[in-house]
């Protein structure tokens, strides 16, 4: 049981560091205080009102709109349930990697879960990674650019950059207006590797990701030639000896 409390009885500081957010299924914020959690029921001009979530009981804490403490009132006529809101968080952690990043979904579930060190009454009520898929994928297909159907589109910031912020997107220009669109993916330091090679096996482990619209000569000479003034812009020479490919005879006389 949590008693009433005035700013004048408590510490604000002690109990500011209590208060987390998540978010829930709905997208709405929630709060989190000492395992009991509240859902937004008025907002004012100066003030959020936040209601525990359990429809019949009574208690409220008060933030201002930069979510500092108040206050809270009233007592709670239930005990909190820690092991709904460890997995909940759990599964909030796991959404956030699924919805920003690529990894499979079973790897992140496995990864998280193991690092987690789950209660064994929330290791009861966790979701099986089969049931937690399903659900997810559904999740992350909404949150993923759709498929194009044609080749004028944009391409999102997300794909254009690495991790690390730098650029990805090398080259994206159309040899017709409206058409024969050219992709090539690369970092400054997967070029580098390229340009410093005598013999590139094109279907090795790749240092560029080209995206053409054909196999023709005139395709593969508008490449390379890019390629080449790319390495003299980073004061280098892109002259291979040897390519070593499948069957393209369109690059023989390219190369």
């Known amino acids: 049981m949590i008693p009433n409390l005035t700013p004048e009885k408590c510490s604000l500081n002690n109990l500011q560091c209590e208060i987390t957010f998540s978010i829930s299924n709905k997208g709405k914020r929630l709060l989190i205080f000492k395992n009991y959690v509240f859902r937004c029921n008025k ?5 959020i009102y936040w209601k525990c979530s359990e429809s019949e009981c009574g208690v409220y804490i008060h933030t201002n709109t930069t979510d500092e403490f ?3 009132t009233g007592n709670h006529n239930h005990s909190a349930n820690h092991d709904q809101l460890e997995t909940k968080l759990l599964r909030d952690k796991m959404k956030g990697r699924i919805l920003s990043g690529t990894t499979s979904i079973t790897k992140i ?18 979701p099986t990674v089969i049931e937690y898929r399903s659900n997810m994928s559904k999740a992350r297909r909404k ?3 759709v498929i194009p159907s044609g080749v ?4 999102p910031e997300f794909y254009e950059q690495t991790l690390s912020c730098q650029r990805f997107l090398f080259m994206d220009l159309f040899m017709k207006r409206g058409q024969d669109r050219i992709l090539v993916f690369s970092s400054d330091q997967q ?10 096996f094109m279907n090795r482990l790749p240092v ?21 003034e790319q390495a003299s812009s980073m ?3 892109f002259k291979s000896k040897r390519i070593i490919t499948d069957f393209e005879p369109a690059l023989m006389p390219v190369h």
Do not use: H, M, W
Not at 109 to 126: C, H, Q, T, V
């Open 208 to 228: 560029a990701f080209c995206l053409l619209p054909n196999k023709r000569g005139k395709t593969y000479f508008e490449l390379f030639e890019r390629l080449k």
């Open 191 to 200: 070029l580098q590797l390229l340009f410093d090679r005598e013999i590139i």
């Open 109 to 126: 579930y496995d990864e998280e879960i193991a690092k987690a060190n789950l209660s064994k009454g929330a290791a009861a009520i966790l």
């Open 143 to 145: 949150n993923t650019p």
């Open 152 to 155: 004028v589109f944009d391409i």
């Open 70 to 72: 108040i206050c809270i």
């Open 235 to 237: 004061g280098k020479q």
């Open 43 to 47: 907002t004012t001009k100066s003030k």
